[in-house]
């Protein structure tokens, strides 16, 4: 019996947990593996948490542009914080179980972040395009109101879908070994394991990556295609720098969450059976949150003038007190 045939023959019998194998194999590096990744956790968290704080306490960065990095840097907080505990967790004990409820719970949370994330770089993708080819209607066409619209449908878009998924999901019967080949209820893996898994299940998976994944990337690849045709009608090159620059963090971190993000979805295909399902998803699940706020304070002059704006009101302030 193939993997995409129903297997609604097998024994229905079956646990009220899951075991996440994840890093099992590893034996004692995992000590070494949750140093490791605690540090990687704490920088995320801190430092998605501090961009937010800066953009706060800074009304020049009081802008779209920054109004969706905060959405962003949010939705990477969630996102890694439904992951990273347990797999600190795990990662020290010997019985590496999640109850089906809490496994359900975890993937709630990252697909509404996930999809939340893909429709705010959409909009991000938007608000670069008029900037840049209608900078003399920026306010009007981007509006406070505008943004909050925006962000607000990016955030039912992926609270809608994400429901719907996981819902259905966890409606139906499990069979067979209760092992999950991950370091967290990864949807595609656990989706294997459904008793009725088969071809419908495939096009499905498949659907929701071209609309809700692809398709939000779909928009960014327009707008960028505006973008550059109006950069290059530019006759000043100093112009053309600095349009691009205003570009560059987006684009990064564009090209970090679809660039590990795809790739990893194209290697762990539904119907595949990899081994390593869990090592493709490492990039996208671990270091893109992780180097989302570092993206923005390396490539971003405006974050570095916010960072010593911040800095010397609190030793001023500290000062006043002395």
Request: glycine share 4%; proline share 3%.
């Amino acid at each position: 019996m193939t993997n995409l045939e129903s297997r609604s023959g097998e024994n229905q019998t079956f646990s009220d947990h899951f075991i996440l194998v994840g890093f099992s194999y590893l034996n004692k590096l995992q000590i070494l593996l949750f140093l490791v990744f605690s540090l990687m956790y704490l920088f995320t968290v801190v430092g998605n948490l501090f961009l937010i704080f800066l953009i706060k306490m800074n009304s020049s960065l009081h802008t779209p542009m920054y109004f969706f990095v905060v959405n962003v840097s949010f939705s990477e907080v969630c996102y890694t914080n439904s992951v990273f505990p347990q797999i600190l967790i795990h990662l020290l004990v010997e019985e590496k179980t999640i109850s089906i409820p809490g496994c359900a719970a975890q993937m709630y949370i990252y697909f509404i972040m996930g999809l939340t994330s893909c429709c705010l770089l959409a909009a991000m993708a938007y608000d670069r395009y008029v900037a840049i080819c209608h900078p003399l209607h920026y306010t009007t066409i981007l509006s406070g109101r505008t943004c909050v619209q925006l962000a607000g449908a990016s955030w039912i878009l992926g609270i809608v879908v994400a429901v719907a998924q996981t819902t259905w999901l966890f409606s139906q019967p499990f069979c067979g070994s209760n092992h999950v080949n991950h370091y967290y209820c990864d949807a595609q893996t656990v989706e294997k394991m459904l008793c009725n898994y088969s071809w419908k299940n495939v096009v499905m998976s498949l659907s929701r990556l071209v609309l809700f994944v692809l398709g939000p990337f779909l928009l960014i690849i327009l707008s960028y295609v505006r973008i550059i045709s109006t950069i290059l009608q530019l006759s000043s090159v100093e112009g053309r720098n600095k349009a691009f620059s205003t570009c560059s963090s987006h684009l990064a971190v564009v090209t970090l969450m679809y660039g590990t993000g795809l790739l990893g979805n194209l290697i762990h295909t539904p119907s595949s059976t990899s081994d390593n399902s869990h090592l493709i998803s490492l990039p996208y699940t671990v270091l893109t949150p992780m180097l989302n706020p570092i993206v923005y304070a390396l490539r971003n002059r405006d974050m570095h003038g916010a960072f010593r704006n911040t800095i010397g009101k609190v030793i001023f302030s500290h000062k006043r007190r002395c």
